[in-house]
């Protein structure tokens, strides 16, 4: 459910930063200050009345306490109701989507802020699904999350937001998508004559670790494993700096930015967050494989859907490992 009624506001903090004698490590961060779709705790608390937040952490800690004027954006709706690829094709089904939407009161040129409990994998996965629904407004990330703007002593409130009226109508943009058969025109027996992203662990991309559903273990034939993990700063709980990611996405694993590139997981979360540095890193065209490999796995060579596996296959990117 979108919202609840009955609970009583309760506001827990004033200004950023009253909390505390020095703001928590991520209130700025680097990428926030480079990049143009993330914002730190330290822009909201001057812009908060500008944007509609989205918070995809888990329901119940969304009901316990969130940043005023947030609305939940359910992970299900995310992952269930966007897109499906069949044996007639791919399928977008963004009605459920577009109807929380509009129950945030969000329009599509509206500004809209996401927000988890840090940065990682399910704000990247919204921001890359209001780009394939056409969203025309600008989509940020809050570059630490939740944690660091109440760590920092950021306004929150238990209230469950009303309900609004707003229409949104989406205009996909597929551009943004990459298919089974745009994958298969950029891979062949001997490997692939694009840049494609596996953003899996090493023992998925090798198969060693096998999915019970799932025919096939290995990667998608040419493709370079770099794990999702290592974009993202543990210890601050935000994204690493620009220059970090740099050394990272282009001098490491080799990337271009100026050739096209898919970047795929398991189910195209993990590989949002590919497609979310690579299109802040400048790439003109970055794509996310929706049906990943649990639609590639179930496929097979003999239809030009080939794949590679066993231990040292491959290349893995570990700078950050």
Known sequence: MLVSAGAALTVTAGCLGVLDDEPPDAYSTPAAAEFDSVVDSQWLENNLDDVTLLDVR???????????????????????????ETDDGFEASPDVIAWTLGRAGIETGDDVVVY??????????????????GHEGRVSLLDGGFSVWDEGGGETVTESPEPQDAT????????????????????D???????????RSPDEYWGIDEYDDIERSGHIT??????FVQSIDDEAGRLRTPEELETLWIEDAGLS??????AYCLTAIRASVGWFILDQLGW???????????????????????????????TIVDTFA
């Not at 970055?286 to 231990?311: H, V």
């Open 189 to 199: 027996e001997d490997g692939s004559a694009g840049q494609i992203l596996d953003m």
């Open 222 to 227: 040419g493709a370079i494993n770099l794990n």
């Open 58 to 84: 888990e329901e119940e800690v969304f009901r316990e306490e969130r940043i005023p004027g947030a609305y939940h954006f359910p992970n299900s709706e995310m992952l269930h109701s966007h897109a499906e």
């Open 116 to 133: 988890g409990a840090e940065a990682n994998l399910w704000e990247t996965y919204a921001i890359y699904t209001l780009n394939a629904l």
């Open 168 to 187: 949104y109508e989406p205009d996909l943009d597929l551009n943004v998508v990459a298919t089974r058969d745009f994958v298969a025109e950029h891979v």
């Open 284 to 314: 003109d065209d970055i794509r996310n494989y929706e049906g990943s490999w649990a639609d590639w796995g179930n496929l097979s060579d003999d239809d030009g859907y080939y794949y590679t596996t066993g231990e040292d296959t491959g």
């Open 257 to 262: 930015p100026d050739e096209p590139t898919i």
